[in-house]
């Protein structure tokens, strides 16, 4: 009955799949932007922007509570898991491995295209972001000054710095951290399920966010710099589409086309949501029931990797960014500054910590070349259209990077891959409702 009422409920109602209302308000955005734009309607313009930037704002009010609970079970759910710790060194590797892949394609682009050449912008007037970051920022703010802070400015690297203490506390105390334990689970599920509630807004907050955008921005602010946001949508369009279904084919023998159709919802929300860590259920949610990962150790990695996973925000972007900044104040760069791209992008990439934007990535790397912190400035204008395509980026590399990991390690139910990918009609299977069935077969 639970199989059946909801899919006749939506042919009642006459309501298209998810990804059709996400498509559809991707198209009517497109068309509110160019209207308000062209005919100057600023009354549209701020109804789109107040549409969007509110969606926005209910995805954040649950990041706090979801990052702190979803990494304390993750955690937790590891001591179901055989081989737990070459499971989560495997995830690490290839996380890491990924990462450089991606970085390595960014610099390549900037390279070849030389993204800052021959733009005359004005940089007199450039000022450095409110939210930088550096080395000593960076590894000084993880450790948060007081616990309550950190929820209430949202700080989530300073959460999932208390979580994975929490979290790896509860192991080591064993049966006395149970009701802890059921605590965290319940307040999980609650978090969760409010959260898919805010989901299944998506296509409404797709029309304002495409909207607002194209409204404010449109062809004049990129113009100056299209090389550039060329250079990310096919930067991260080469990780996705190429860099990806290689990794999955080569090293999963899987089939890539049926890990795009089962990861597709997730990407798509992340595309328009432009947060890892608010499509973080929904990416969970597709790799358990679409791609055949076990619940175990999807609730490990995708939470992990929505807080540390970033190859568009980490990868891509800063060191195309790091070339066009060099670029725009003459100050080249060295082979030695390339390298030290890459290790930053591979070691720092939890600065990004799933949020939307990725600033204090860029500044990071910024300033660890020694480049005018001021350059940040000159793309946070363009920053949300970026930032859409990088976060779809994030999501996907996440999901493949799991998928593949659970491939090798011979616990993909590939049965469940290979199928035609379930409809996502039904709110979601929550993560302490554990399978009996691969719980056991897990156990072997």
Same mark, same amino acid.
């Given at each position: 009955m639970t199989e059946t009422t909801p899919a006749r409920t939506r042919r009642r109602l006459g309501l298209p799949s998810f990804g =059709?209302?996400?498509l559809l308000a991707l198209i009517l955005g497109l068309a509110f932007g160019f209207l308000a734009r062209s005919a100057q309607l600023d009354w549209l313009t701020a109804t789109l922007d107040t549409v969007g930037s509110l969606f926005i704002q209910l995805l954040k009010l649950a990041v706090p509570p979801l990052v702190f609970t979803a990494i304390v079970a993750s955690i937790v759910q590891l001591r179901h898991l055989t081989n737990a710790a070459r499971l989560a060194a495997s995830t690490l590797g290839w996380f890491a491995l990924s990462g450089l892949i991606a970085v390595s394609i960014g610099l390549g682009l900037g390279l070849l295209t030389n993204p800052g050449q021959g733009i005359s912008l004005d940089v007199s007037g450039a000022q450095a972001p409110k939210s930088q970051g550096s080395w000593t920022d960076f590894l000084v703010g993880i450790v948060p000054t007081n616990p309550v802070k950190a929820f209430v400015e949202g700080n989530v690297l300073q959460i999932v710095f208390l979580a994975v203490v929490v979290g790896f506390a509860a192991m080591r105390l064993g =049966?006395? =951290?149970?009701?802890? !334990?059921?605590v965290n689970a319940a307040l999980l599920e609650i978090t969760q399920k409010a959260l898919w509630w805010?989901?299944? !807004?998506?296509?409404?907050?797709? !029309?304002g966010l495409i909207g607002a955008a194209v409204a404010q921005y449109g062809w004049d602010l990129l113009a100056p710099l299209a090389t550039f946001t060329l250079d990310v949508y096919v930067g991260c369009a080469i990780i996705m589409f190429v860099v990806y279904p290689l990794l999955l084919a080569v090293f999963g023998r899987l089939n890539p086309m049926r890990f795009f159709s089962g990861a597709w919802p997730a990407i798509q929300l992340a595309f328009v949501s432009r947060s890892s860590v608010g499509t973080m259920p929904l990416t969970q949610r597709v790799t358990i029931e679409r791609l055949g990962v076990p619940r175990e150790y999807a609730s490990f990695a995708i939470p992990f990797g929505a807080t540390s996973k970033m190859d568009g925000c980490a990868g891509v972007y800063p060191a195309l960014a790091a070339i066009f900044v060099s670029q725009i104040f003459g100050m080249p760069l060295s082979i030695g500054d390339y390298v030290l791209i890459a290790f930053v992008s591979v070691v720092g990439s939890a600065a990004t910590a799933g949020l939307t934007g990725a600033i204090v990535m860029l500044t990071l790397t910024l300033s660890t070349l020694g480049l005018p912190l001021a350059g940040a400035g000159l793309l946070l204008a363009i920053d949300p259209i970026l930032d859409m395509m990088r976060t779809a980026t994030n999501v996907a590399g996440q999901a493949a990077m799991t998928t593949l990991?659970?491939?090798r390690a011979g616990i993909l139910d590939r049965t469940v891959y290979d199928a035609p990918p379930a409809k996502l009609t039904q709110e979601p299977a929550l993560v302490s409702q554990a399978r009996p069935a691969r719980e056991a077969a897990l156990a072997h």
């Open positions: =059709a209302q996400i =049966a006395k =951290a149970e009701s802890f !334990l059921d805010i989901i299944r !807004l998506a296509p409404v907050g797709t !029309l990991v659970a491939a």
